[in-house]
């Protein structure tokens, strides 16, 4: 844990096209609790200062009046993360925030994030944060799939625009991404009013540094099995429970099979294990597609429920193929139990 606090956070700040990201930044980055931060914009985002920017091959950066340094970026976010690092004042930045494009897929940044070796030396993920129009937000879910993908991944949601929108809308809207990604804290933004303690406790590092329940954060308590048609490709969301532990190097062998075979339509894992070997010190698990993040073992469980819990946001990939080959590992035990 003391490697992780180390490193630099960095936060994804996603969401599809005029849903407030820019609005919301610029009010972050207005809080003295934020000085410290750089940002870069990836693939030239919608912030105000761009103009200032656009002109420039190569990262630049922009002192901002709240000691905020500002970036955009035409390449891959590794190389702008690289060249963060190297410059002079990257000694003072606390956080760094990354404004993606409307269209973006944001899970190639972070694949990046986790697995090049440069960057993760110095970086760490901070959280995703996903803005979501209130007016247009619905009929964009149901027509784009990338906007599906940024709701599916996000630690937090911010649901924007609301004093535009009818109750009836919001609470609508509001349904919607909870069935998407079940558990993720949803907040109301009025005119991109937003505070820094709204985007507080995102990571796993922040929820267990922070004492946030950990059981919230991977959001075994949300409602299980739903079902979204994008463009007639299924996203799914269910939970897979186990009263019986697990024994360690058999899940990870299977959660690596699972990654590698259907790695893509795995949007995004989230669990909490209970281990054979360490029946008191719960595992959480947290993945996206191929990349799974360095498993975390608790000194406790969060409550008194020891079962194994797994969140899983899906494409195209059933429970009943997933459950089916994790019973697999019931046998394995079984042998291993018999030598």
Avoid at 242 to 266: H, I, K, Q, S, Y
Avoid at 302 to 321: A, M, Y
Wanted: glycine share 8%; net charge negative.
């Amino acid at each position: 844990m003391n490697a992780q606090t180390s490193l630099v956070p960095v936060i994804l700040l996603t969401g599809f096209l005029g849903s407030g990201k820019t609005t919301m930044l610029r009010s972050l980055l207005a809080y003295p609790d934020m000085s410290g931060s750089a940002v870069i914009i990836n693939e030239f985002g919608e912030i105000g200062i761009d103009h200032l920017l656009v002109d420039s091959p190569v990262l630049e950066p922009v002192l901002l009046p709240n000691g905020c340094l500002c970036c955009t970026s035409r390449g891959q976010l590794s190389t702008s993360l690289q060249e963060l690092a190297d410059k002079d004042a990257f000694k003072d930045i606390q956080r760094v925030f990354v404004e993606t494009t409307g269209l973006a897929d944001p899970i190639p940044l972070l694949q990046g994030l986790a697995t090049d070796l440069p960057v993760s030396e110095r970086f760490r993920l901070g959280g995703v944060v996903t803005t979501v129009d209130c007016i247009n937000g619905a009929a964009t879910l149901a027509t784009y799939e990338e906007a599906v993908c940024q709701v599916a991944i996000a630690d937090r949601l911010l649901i924007t625009k609301t004093d535009l929108a009818s109750p009836e809308v919001q609470t609508e809207l509001k349904r919607r991404v909870s069935s998407i990604n079940p558990g993720t804290q949803a907040i109301e933004i009025i005119s991109g009013a937003i505070e820094p303690r709204d985007i507080a406790g995102l990571s796993l590092h922040d929820a267990i540094t922070t004492g946030v329940d950990v059981g919230r954060w991977v959001g075994v308590d949300a409602p299980l099995s739903r079902q979204h048609h994008v463009h007639g490709r299924r996203i799914g969301t269910f939970h897979i429970v186990r009263d019986r532990p697990l024994p360690w190097a058999a899940f990870v062998n299977w959660m690596e099979t699972l990654a590698n075979v259907r790695g893509e339509d795995l949007l995004r894992v989230k669990g909490i294990l209970n281990i054979a070997e360490w029946p008191d010190e719960p595992v959480v698990i947290h993945g996206v597609q191929h990349v799974f993040h360095p498993p975390v073992r608790l000194r406790a469980w969060p409550d008194k429920d020891r079962r194994t819990r797994i969140v899983f946001i899906t494409r195209g990939l059933g429970r009943e193929t997933i459950e089916t080959t994790l019973h697999l590992l019931d046998g394995y035990r079984s042998a291993a139990s018999c030598m």
